[in-house]
T-cell receptor, first 114, second 114 residues
């Protein structure tokens, strides 16, 4: 079965410091990986995706993610965190055997302190 | 930029009552999904819909749930007889034509069953 794990419930970082939100995956076949962000009382906003090609993908709001096939990881990164980045972040993998539904991780709450 | 919209934003109902949650997908999208997020938990797939029929459903999507596109634009989720455990945030998502990858999510409907 395909799955995604986000090992950290919460990540705390000071504004201006680099941030990393971890994600590992387990899939059959090629992984299609996504990061979404959820602000309070809002829906899920697409940040970035890995389909194929370069292992480092760039997305919205200065975020990027690094695909590592050997470690089955897709960590979300940003060189310099902003207080406004504080939100809930979800990693997801596309189900390659069904109807392309997304399988989500449990989410990581990012708290950026001024 | 086109977006997915959902109504109502918040629905409060009594246990045993029927509710209909509505979604207006992005106009040229072909694949539609419902997900739910129980408070504090991860986003879970409910059902996918393509070409006017259900293409996949999860074990959560039992006989109390149904979906349809009544007028070719709106995409609805009906819960026939709500239970307390149906209280959650319900998200509609859409996917464009073949070859598209990221799903676009609506802002969600918060359903509270009393």
């Amino acid at each position: 079965a395909q799955s995604v794990a986000q090992p950290e419930d919460q990540v705390n970082v000071a504004e201006g410091n680099p941030l990393t939100v971890k994600c590992t995956y387990s899939v059959s076949g090629n992984p299609y990986l996504f990061w979404y962000v959820q602000y309070p009382n809002r829906g899920l906003q697409f940040l970035l995706k890995y389909i194929t090609g370069d292992n480092l993908v760039k997305g919205s709001y200065g975020f990027e993610a690094e695909f590592n096939k050997s470690q089955t990881s897709f960590h979300l990164k940003k060189p310099s965190a902003l207080v406004s980045d504080s939100a809930l972040y979800f990693c997801a993998v596309r189900d390659n055997w069904g109807t392309d539904k997304l399988i989500f991780g449990t989410g990581t709450r990012l708290q950026v302190f001024p | 930029e086109p977006e997915v919209t959902q109504t109502p934003s918040h629905q409060v109902t009594q246990m045993g009552q029927e509710v209909i949650l509505r979604c207006v997908p992005i106009s040229n999208h072909l694949y539609f999904y419902w997900y739910r997020q129980i408070l504090g938990q991860k986003v879970e797939f409910l059902v996918s819909f393509y070409n006017n029929e259900i293409s996949e459903k999860s074990e959560i999507f039992d006989d109390q749930f149904s979906v349809e596109r009544p007028d070719g634009s709106n995409f609805t989720l009906k819960i026939r007889s709500t239970k307390l455990e149906d209280s959650a945030m319900y998200f509609c998502a859409t996917l464009g034509a073949l070859g598209a990858h990221e799903q676009f999510f609506g802002p969600g409907t918060r359903l509270t069953v009393l």
